[in-house]
């Protein structure tokens, strides 16, 4: 190589002969010559160190790139694993029917408690059901563990139940629920609005009930307004034994965790649709009635109902009443029932089965006992329609004759709810008059025509039933009397009609019994009201009702002698005319009695509705009484002395009846002393 070749530093060249280093080709850089010649490359020494940190940054470039494509690769696998569980869980959960949910997975034990809070104005009632609840959501999906299992199947059971205790439960919120008999359409007997409602989630349960959890459900209840349905249910489930019906809901909203409180278990959500369910309840049976089942009839509501205690009060302003009765509990002993007070309005029945109300009342607070359920009963009469008075008074001549009456009971929020019963008199029945006499009891002759008439006062007491506080005030008597000579005998019954009116006409002459009883011989009954006074009695038996005494006075009422008893008649004579101490008179028959009641306001509809006095004719009220009649009280009609008129007198009577009837009276002559 010659001079001018040689290059400008000798230094690179040494280096390179001594094999220290190795020349390089520096890459161009901005400081590069554009033209510069072949014998001017640019050159740069890699020492060892630097050349061995450049392949540990290679390597380390290829490790990371290969860790990157593994994780990659493990990401990729493990979602694609999730994605395929998930797929078989959500295909799992694509094959369940709301059907078997509700049938096989969903456990409800209860009602334990029922709270009627209220009744809203539009009819609806407003419960608390308390209860525990639960679904088996391990069943539903098949993730109970099964010792039969494979590796695999344990592994997806074992994630599948993990995942349903993190989710842990569920909120559920339904549409309106249509209670139907079971094979009906259209015929709902109610509409139930369920609040939004948490239900737990469980995996391999226990068989003893302790995995379910308690809930306080409100519902809403509409029960049906029609009363033929509501009938013909109980009736058809009372046939069959048990309660068919069937749960209608459109739609069901799912969501995992609570409404109130979204979180990450909010996201799973689902809808069902067109959930229908069928249910049977066995009737429960009631005691002293027969067994519901086998095609036996619906018991009658009056063989349910027992009233215990039954009164009526009197104050200025109203007529109050107060009532206790109870009912059969055929609730189990764990179900626990608490209700508020409930109104109802009490209407009498006509033969028509026309309803007339009368009062209201409300049973007070009450909750469920065993055997029996108590019901105390408080409210007062209403102001009564002129027309209504006839009804009531039969009503309340029925009970205090001791007998039934059909009432109808309606709920006052739900008045087509109504149930006829049967309203039962006092047992044994109540003996309204007593102690009746006739004081001064005087009998005359007739004038031309023969005959009797009598004078004197009657007096009688008048007794309510136990519990009826009622203020009275007796206007007016009209007594209906047989005679008897001697004593009533034992077991002669009055059987009366008895009516009660509001009218100022007396009532019509009954007919005389048929046939007449032994030993009645006369009858004497005023033709008009007779005027009285009453004023209450203390001397009464304070177990009773309130008590009255009342006097009217009889003047010249016709002793009228029965058919075909004439010699009766002249045998009671006889006895009064021969003897000292003359005869005793037994007395039997019905009174009417015009009264004002205390606190019953009636409305009169011809004057302007304003309220009227209530006046009432009690009619066909049975007495048993005696009166002792002597020489004293026959010879009334020839005055107070005995003298020579009295044997003229005598003489008249029994020559009276012996033209009348042709009855010869055989006795000695009288002894006229008195």
Not at 58 to 79: D, E, K, M, Q
Not at 290 to 295: F, L, V
Not at 432 to 448: A, E, F, P, S
Request: charged share 20%.
């Amino acid at each position: 190589m010659s001079e001018p070749d040689q290059p400008d530093d000798p230094q690179p060249q040494q280096q390179d002969r001594k094999g220290k280093g190795r020349a390089i080709i520096l890459e161009p850089s901005e400081h590069t010559p554009l033209l510069g010649g072949t014998s001017q490359i640019p050159w740069t020494v890699v020492t060892d160190a630097e050349e061995d940190s450049s392949r540990a940054q290679r390597t380390l470039r290829a490790r990371l790139t290969t860790v990157f494509l593994v994780s990659l690769l493990i990401c990729i696998v493990f979602f694609v694993f999730l994605a395929l569980l998930a797929w078989s869980y959500a295909a799992r959960a694509a094959d369940l029917t709301p059907q078997d949910i509700l049938n096989n997975d969903l456990v409800f034990e209860g009602p334990d408690k029922v709270e009627l809070h209220n009744i809203t104005d539009d009819g609806g009632m407003w419960l608390t059901v308390h209860g525990r609840i639960g679904v088996d959501a391990g069943d539903a999906m098949g993730f109970n563990t099964d010792p039969n299992d494979g590796a695999l199947t344990r592994l997806w059971k074992k994630i599948g139940r993990q995942s349903v205790r993190t989710l842990d439960s569920v909120s559920v919120d339904l549409s309106t629920v249509t209670v139907l008999p079971e094979f009906s359409q259209f015929d709902a007997l109610a509409k139930l609005f369920i609040l939004p409602l948490v239900v737990p989630l469980a995996v391999d349960p226990a068989t003893d009930g302790s995995w379910l959890r308690p809930v306080s459900i409100p519902v809403l209840v509409y029960p049906s307004t029609d009363p033929k349905l509501i009938t013909k249910f109980l009736k058809e489930s009372w046939r069959h034994g048990y309660f068919a019906v069937r749960a209608d809901v459109d739609n069901v909203l799912v969501r995992g965790g609570t409404w109130k409180n979204p979180t990450w278990r909010t996201k799973f959500h689902g809808k069902l649709s067109n959930i229908r369910t069928s249910l049977r309840l066995k009737v429960p049976p009631i005691r002293g009635l027969p067994a519901p089942g086998s095609d036996s009839p619906l018991p009658d509501p009056a063989k349910l109902i027992t009233l215990k205690s039954f009164g009526l009060a009197s104050s200025d302003s109203h007529l109050s009443i107060h009532a206790k009765a109870s009912v059969p509990n055929p609730a189990p002993d764990s179900l626990q029932f608490t209700s508020p007070a409930l109104p109802f309005v009490v209407s009498i029945l006509d033969e028509k089965n026309t309803p007339f109300p009368v009062a209201s009342v409300t049973a007070s607070p009450f909750s469920l006992t065993h055997p029996n359920i108590t019901l105390d009963l408080t409210g007062r009469v209403h102001p009564l329609q002129q027309s209504t008075l006839p009804h009531l008074s039969h009503f309340l001549m029925h009970f205090l004759n001791g007998e039934s009456n059909r009432i109808r009971i309606s709920p006052s929020d739900f008045p087509s709810l109504a149930v006829t019963t049967v309203f039962p008199g006092p047992d044994p029945r109540p003996h309204l008059l007593r102690n009746i006499t006739i004081q001064d009891m005087k009998l005359k002759t007739k004038g031309g025509s023969g005959g009797f008439l009598a004078s004197g006062k009657v007096v009688v007491n008048l007794v309510l039933p136990k519990g009826m506080k009622i203020g009275l005030d007796v206007k007016k008597v009209l007594p209906d009397v047989l005679v008897f000579d001697g004593e009533v005998p034992i077991g002669q019954e009055n059987d009366t009609e008895s009516l009660w009116g509001r009218t100022k006409q007396p009532p019509p002459t009954q007919p005389l019994p048929d046939p007449l009883p032994e030993k009645a011989f006369g009858r004497i009954r005023p033709e008009d009201w007779l005027e009285a006074v009453s004023e209450p009695d203390d001397e009464q038996d304070p177990e009773d009702g309130s008590a009255y005494r009342i006097e009217a006075k009889v003047v010249d009422v016709p002793l009228e002698v029965l058919p075909g008893r004439q010699k009766e008649f002249s045998n009671f004579v006889s006895k009064v005319i021969f003897t000292s101490d003359g005869a005793l008179a037994g007395l039997q028959g019905t009174a009417a009695v015009q009264v004002k009641v205390q606190g019953l306001p009636v409305r009169n509809g011809g004057d302007h509705g304003k309220d009227g006095p209530s006046h009432l004719n009690l009619e066909g009220l049975p007495f048993t009484g005696s009166v002792r009649i002597n020489k004293k009280s026959l010879l009334q009609g020839v005055g107070h002395e005995v003298d020579d008129k009295v044997e003229e007198h005598w003489k008249e009577v029994l020559e009276w009846l012996k033209r009348e009837w042709g009855i010869e009276v055989n006795s000695p002559r009288p002894h006229l002393r008195v």
